[in-house]
């Protein structure tokens, strides 16, 4: 790991044009649980109004709304079979998402990282790079294809493989706080962090490893409330949405 203190700090990017956004499983489901179509439909027409400014947007979803491998692991299933169990958890919501964008009036591919052929296509990085070109929203399921990392990592991974100006990571809360706000009366949000700070204060925006990913390759993080119309198309805007972390 890089010494943080000999990182130069970063200003969030100027003009986005290509973007990575980190749904977790959770927030598509009816409190956590399950795919709630009505919610799926929510955030795909909060994708397309990004999408319709030019913005060229994949995704990564995970899956912890239908099962999540660490706990299968815990009860003494194999992790690696565990995790296989979560990269399948994704796909369904990787066909959700899809089909929700495609209503939406918005042309999409979905690619998995591991092979699913008959449902999605395997991914390709440099396929997947044209498919953004073509102005399609590309679905990435199946994390990095690999047990024992998150899909925070893959969020990590895949945007820094395919050369994305910023991770956009949706949350229910809007933005990094100094506590949890729902506990802590007096949090207070930060509109701008630094990776050391971040890392000094242990505001776990991502898991250590996808963060660590990101402050390796100067991966700007834009933490935001994705289930209030219009936040996303704000961000990308520039407006004071969220929390920046460069």
Known sequence: MPDPKNLAPLAPPRQIKR???KISGESLGDEGVGVAPAVVAAVAEQVARVQRLGVE?????GGGNLLRGA????????RTTA??????????????????????????????????????????RRRVIRHLEKGRVVVLAGGTGNPYFTTDTAAAL????????????????????TADPKKDPTAKKFAQLSFQEALSRDLR??????????????????????????????AVRGDDIGTWVC
């Open 205 to 234: 925006v991502m898991d250590r490893t996808a963060f660590t990913l990101c402050m390796e390759n100067r991966m700007p993080i834009m933490v935001f409330d994705m289930f209030v119309e219009g936040n996303m198309e704000r």
């Open 57 to 61: 947007i994949a995704v990564v979803v």
């Open 71 to 78: 706990e299968f692991a815990k009860l003494g299933t194999n």
């Open 158 to 177: 895949r945007a820094t493989e395919l050369g994305v100006d910023a991770i956009f990571k949706a949350t229910k809360v809007d933005g990094v706080y």
């Open 19 to 21: 973007i990575l956004l």
């Open 83 to 124: 995790d296989h169990m979560g990269m399948l958890a994704t796909a369904i919501n990787t066909l959700a998402m899809q089909d929700a964008l495609e209503r939406a009036g918005i042309p999409t591919r979905a690619a998995c990282a591991v092979e699913v052929k008959t449902m999605m296509e395997p991914y390709i």
